[in-house]
């Protein structure tokens, strides 16, 4: 097969790939020994990532037109590329777990849901905590006391106009035993309350991906 033809082949490769991406990362692996390189392939494989080396110039043709192709402006010296197809930071964040023990393994750049990232960017959001770690955080906070608790669904059930039937709480010096009344709201009030610190989540999550991305 002609040279034009080999290389057309590896780019179609390539654009099949983009096509499908949710985001591409890009790293630099040239200082890395085999069994590290072979371990890292092993567990992004798993995870149901691509993770293969391909030159430049061919990343450069493929990804023209294309959400990707920001990534052109990095596309110098030595790349791996990593794609993912269902989560967008699950590449990121495995690549990111890895660095302490590969030192030699560097982020370059990534596109992630269309947004590019710088390599402090992509190491910023591969740190960015679960959302259901972050609603687990969220809603913790709310067990103690439990006053308090109420008092917060109380006040937004109010704000929304929901009907919700709320007593006085108690001050907040005052122990949650002493209390004469109970706070009484109703179970539709807690459940838009729940799912208002959902969205808090998901906006903190945001904000902190926002924030990651390099200044133009």
Known sequence: MPKVEQKQVVINEIKEKVSRAKSIIIVDAR???????TAL???????????????????EFAVEGSEFAPLKEHLAGP????????DPMLAAKLISKELKNMPKLEFKAGVVDGELY?????????NIPPREELLSKLLGSFK????????????????????????????????V???????EVTAEAAVETVEEAAEVVEE?????AEEAKPEE
Request: overall charge negative.
């Open 118 to 126: 710088d390599a402090a960017g992509v190491t910023a959001i591969a």
């Open 177 to 183: 035993e002493s209390a004469p009344e109970v706070v």
């Open 144 to 175: 103690s006391p439990m006053s308090s608790f109420a008092r917060v669904i109380s006040q937004i059930a109010e704000s929304k106009g929901n009907g919700a039937e709320v007593a006085a709480a108690p001050a907040p010096e005052a122990p």
């Open 204 to 208: 903190v999550a945001e904000v902190a």
């Open 79 to 86: 790349s791996t590329f990593a794609f993912s197809y269902d």
């Open 31 to 37: 200082g890395l020994t085999v069994s590290d390189d």
């Open 41 to 59: 392939r092993k567990k992004l494989r798993e995870a149901g990532i691509d993770y293969k080396v391909y030159k430049n110039t061919m990343v």
